[in-house]
């Protein structure tokens, strides 16, 4: 097998390889190219004008918990150069990239690592079978006969395959069952983290990138969401140039693989013979600089066509980053009239194919929006919802413990474990599969997409963020609170009392995130669609349209992007409308456009723009299992290693559970069935520490006199907190009271839940605000 690639990838397959990447890439680099200085002129174009989109009321973490291990534990990998199974130390740091060591000795050694995984673009397998059916639906002609040996053998019944339609496939196995699911909820976040390649905070070359991506396949007309659009920029662009060269090639080789279907499945497929243990796409992915050395077709040619891409695409970047200072003085001096010019353009494109598109919309979009709607909100609603849970439950055992185990001595080990709620992959991950039911029955056939794995993977990475932000707010509140010296019953209060106030916080921008979502899921699935059925009648007359463009400015403004533009907006206002009135129903809790929500937290903002807090190092809370705190920039390399070796892994720091976890039996002998009935255990151990008021303790706060809760539909939004229901069959007076407005700082609903429909109230100031 050692001489494969040097039969079937000989130089002048290569250079023909080399050839036809190099074409590609020419084609697509063009695009690049003309969509850069349009998304320079709307991003600089936003910067003047802004959108008016709404505050977000959590704060954001703006230093991330870099020097963390995410997960680290030891598991079997298969090696090909062997065939031998062999046991590995593996973790996953803060940036999702799997790293194999020999053992763990090798890693405290600081021996260089066998392997750094990039996941981009792979799947995760969980059985043999799912793997030898890709394999041989992936090469044509070689399907095993049934009885045959299978290309691969697992020991144990509970395998890990990572899959990748061109790169290198990696093995591994685990020897139970709760392994496999650790490792896999594991390995899904490292997918999902490294598919989101491209930074969010890059508002001229991401966008560019994106959309030069979109307007190349259309020109090849592939319409839709594509699902290898994963990963930083060289790596999709690999994938862009695999999905045309990649069947041209096993068209070609396939006839010419000689053995049993297993061997040419093994030739083309697996790696064998190299040894090198090299990673996926990306940083020190591989250790062989030439691809000759690993005897695997599929990887070798990806391998070829990355290294490629990479050069050309760093080349044309920096090319165009050298070009923006003059760009960017061209576009400030002349950007009223290219704004003029563009809507000049526009109103006459829109004139050309508005009957056309109106109409097209009306008969093949239209009746579609509310099904799939529908269909993204249900998921996505209940994952956010359990994100909620989630916080809210997190919380609460901390106060439990704070209780029961003698107020802030051990505070700062139990929130340096809450400030990494939101990467914990076990934790988060009862969130993340309620958008695995997600489907699109009959409408992904009509409206041509591939698969719902974008938009499960987009909404999942809103939840982190939102669950992250939840988290660093619930941090800086409580932090603020520290510095006025509270006892322990007043901590217990504080706690409380900030909690309620993070969860309404929680609450709109839940809402808010959840319609932007929606809006641009339902963009995603339909302009396509209807560009798609346009294109016969309206693209080919777009040409003429370039005459209306100045050419001073025919670098902002591109014909097809504008027409892209008036196509969108004819579809806009109908799912606008259909958001609007998933709001206006309470669907999904959602809330109205109309409802504002008063930030009387001035101070809030600047708090965030303080040093990150570490717990550990403030607190007390830096012994091993517990996390250690940050360590200074400047710090040697060795003494940062040393430091995050003290790290003990997330999920397995976790197992053992917290002392007084709610439910758990310390507490009492029938554990809770729901996060509601955590409050009533809460309220009545701080009842049993405090000797008793004047009137009754209710969860830390005295009792105060409340107005009633507007009268609400039995099938609306759940209450604003779970904490505000009395756990069953306590007494109606037993319900802890809602904090304030005035105390909690925002315009919020009425004490039952959240707000009701055409209702309106008075903040301090007497301005009217409608919920």
């Known amino acids: 097998m050692g001489d494969v690639l040097s039969t079937h990838l000989d130089d002048a397959r290569r250079q023909h390889i080399t050839e036809k990447t190099g074409k590609i890439l020419t084609e697509f680099l063009r695009f690049y190219e003309d969509q850069y200085g349009v998304a320079l002129f709307n991003s600089m174009r936003h910067e003047i004008e802004g959108t008016g989109a709404p505050q977000a009321q959590l704060l954001w973490r703006k230093v991330p918990l870099d020097e963390r291990i995410i997960f680290s534990g030891n598991l079997f990998q298969y090696q090909e150069d062997n065939k031998k199974w062999r046991n590995r130390f593996s973790l996953v740091p803060h940036n999702y990239g799997l790293v194999l060591y020999e053992n763990k000795v090798a890693y405290e050694r600081q021996v260089p690592p066998r392997a750094v995984i990039n996941s981009a673009g792979y799947k995760i397998l969980t059985s043999?079978?799912?793997?030898?059916?890709?394999?041989?639906?992936?090469?044509p002609g070689t399907t095993s006969k049934s009885?045959?040996?299978?290309?691969?053998?697992?020991?144990?019944?509970?395998?890990?395959?990572?899959?990748?339609?061109?790169?290198?496939?990696?093995?591994?196995?685990?020897?139970?069952?709760?392994?496999?699911?650790?490792?896999?909820?594991?390995?899904?976040?490292?997918?999902?983290?490294?598919?989101?390649?491209?930074?969010?905070?890059?508002?001229?070359?991401?966008?560019?990138?994106?959309?030069?991506?979109?307007?190349?396949?259309?020109?090849?007309?592939?319409?839709?969401?594509?699902?290898?659009?994963?990963?930083?920029?060289?790596?999709?662009?690999?994938?862009?140039?695999?999905?045309?060269?990649?069947?041209?090639?096993?068209?070609?080789l396939a006839p010419r693989l000689k053995g049993k279907p297993q061997e040419r499945q093994r030739q083309w497929i697996q790696v064998g013979g190299c040894g090198c243990g090299g990673g996926g796409p990306g940083p020190a992915w591989h250790p062989h600089a030439d691809s000759r050395h690993c005897p695997q077709i599929s990887d070798a040619v990806y391998r070829m066509v990355y290294e490629q891409a990479k050069a050309r695409f760093e080349a044309v970047l920096s090319k165009l980053q050298l070009a923006r200072p003059a760009m960017e003085?061209?576009?400030?001096?002349?950007?009223?009239?290219?704004?003029?010019?563009?809507?000049?353009?526009?109103?006459?494109?829109?004139?050309?194919?508005?009957?056309?598109?109106?109409?097209?919309?009306?008969?093949?979009?239209?009746?579609?929006?509310?099904?799939?709607?529908?269909?993204?909100?249900?998921?996505?609603?209940?994952?956010?919802?359990?994100?909620?849970?989630?916080?809210?439950?997190?919380?609460?055992?901390?106060?439990?413990?704070?209780?029961?185990?003698?107020?802030?001595?051990?505070?700062?080990?139990?929130?340096?474990?809450?400030?990494?709620?939101?990467?914990?992959?076990?934790?988060?991950?009862?969130?993340?599969?309620k958008m695995e039911p997600l489907r699109l029955d009959g409408l992904q056939q009509r409206f041509d997409v591939s698969s719902t794995a974008v938009f499960k993977q987009r909404a999942q990475i809103h939840m982190r963020e939102q669950m992250d932000n939840a988290v660093y707010t619930f941090e800086t509140l409580l932090h603020q609170e520290l510095g006025k010296g509270p006892t322990k019953e007043e901590l217990c209060k504080s706690i409380q009392r900030i909690l309620e106030r993070v969860l309404k916080k929680y609450d709109y921008d839940s809402s808010s995130v959840r319609k932007r979502f929606f809006r641009e899921a339902l963009l995603q699935i339909t302009i396509p669609f209807l560009l798609?059925?346009?294109?016969?009648?309206?693209?080919?007359?777009?040409?003429?349209?370039?005459?209306?463009?100045?050419?001073?400015f025919a670098r902002f403004i591109l014909v097809e992007n504008t027409?892209?533009?008036?196509?969108?907006?004819?579809?806009?206002?109908?799912?606008?409308?259909?958001?609007?009135?998933?709001?206006?129903?309470?669907?999904?809790?959602?809330?109205?456009?109309?409802?504002?929500?008063?930030?009387?937290?001035?101070?809030?903002?600047?708090?965030?723009?303080?040093?990150?807090?570490?717990?550990?190092?403030?607190?007390?809370?830096?012994?091993?299992?517990?996390?250690?705190?940050?360590?200074?920039?400047?710090?040697?390399?060795?003494?940062?290693?040393?430091?995050?070796?003290?790290?003990?892994?997330?999920?397995?720091?976790?197992?053992?559970?917290?002392?007084?976890?709610?439910?758990?039996?310390?507490?009492?002998?029938?554990?809770?069935?729901?996060?509601?009935?955590?409050?009533?255990?809460?309220?009545?151990?701080?009842?049993?520490e405090s000797p008793p008021p004047a009137g009754p303790l209710l969860n830390g706060a005295p009792s105060q006199e409340s107005p009633q809760p507007v009268a609400a539909p039995e099938a609306s939004s759940p209450p604003a907190s779970p904490l505000r229901q009395p756990p069953p069959g306590k007494a109606a007076d037993l319900e802890p009271p809602k904090p304030s407005d005035q105390e909690t700082g925002e315009q919020v609903s009425s004490p039952g839940g959240r707000p009701p429909i055409h209702t309106t109230t008075e903040d301090s100031a007497g301005v009217q605000t409608e919920f």
């Not at 043999?128 to 090469?139: H, I, K, P, R």
């Not at 798609?532 to 001073?552: G, H, M, N």
Request: charged share 25%.
């Open 128 to 139: 043999v079978d799912q793997y030898l059916e890709l394999v041989g639906n992936s090469l």
């Open 563 to 688: 027409y892209e533009e008036v196509v969108l907006q004819t579809v806009m206002k109908d799912i606008l409308q259909a958001v609007k009135e998933a709001a206006v129903q309470r669907k999904h809790n959602l809330y109205r456009d109309s409802m504002v929500m008063h930030n009387s937290d001035p101070n809030l903002h600047l708090l965030a723009e303080g040093a990150p807090i570490d717990w550990g190092e403030e607190y007390g809370g830096s012994g091993g299992d517990s996390g250690s705190p940050s360590v200074p920039e400047a710090a040697p390399l060795s003494e940062k290693r040393r430091r995050a070796k003290q790290v003990v892994s997330v999920v397995q720091d976790e197992e053992a559970g917290l002392p007084f976890e709610a439910g758990s039996e310390p507490l009492s002998p029938a554990s809770p069935d729901s996060v509601t009935e955590l409050r009533g255990l809460l309220a009545r151990d701080l009842r049993a």
């Open 329 to 433: 003085a061209a576009i400030r001096t002349d950007m009223d009239q290219i704004i003029t010019s563009k809507e000049h353009l526009a109103s006459k494109i829109r004139a050309f194919i508005l009957p056309k598109a109106e109409v097209c919309v009306r008969n093949h979009v239209q009746p579609y929006i509310p099904s799939i709607l529908e269909a993204l909100m249900v998921p996505t609603s209940q994952g956010f919802t359990e994100v909620r849970d989630v916080f809210f439950k997190e919380v609460t055992d901390m106060n439990l413990n704070v209780i029961n185990e003698g107020g802030a001595d051990k505070l700062g080990e139990y929130m340096e474990k809450l400030s990494q709620l939101a990467s914990h992959p076990l934790k988060m991950q009862s969130c993340y599969e």
């Open 532 to 552: 798609k059925k346009l294109a016969p009648t309206c693209k080919s007359e777009l040409p003429r349209f370039q005459e209306l463009i100045f050419e001073d």
């Open 147 to 252: 009885g045959s040996a299978p290309i691969l053998k697992c020991p144990t019944q509970f395998p890990l395959i990572l899959w990748h339609p061109s790169a290198r496939h990696y093995y591994f196995c685990m020897m139970t069952e709760a392994e496999q699911d650790k490792w896999h909820a594991v390995l899904q976040d490292c997918i999902r983290h490294c598919n989101n390649g491209i930074p969010e905070n890059s508002k001229v070359e991401g966008p560019a990138f994106t959309d030069a991506i979109r307007m190349y396949r259309q020109s090849k007309e592939l319409y839709g969401t594509w699902e290898m659009l994963c990963g930083n920029e060289v790596q999709i662009l690999s994938n862009l140039v695999m999905e045309e060269l990649g069947p041209e090639l096993k068209a070609e």
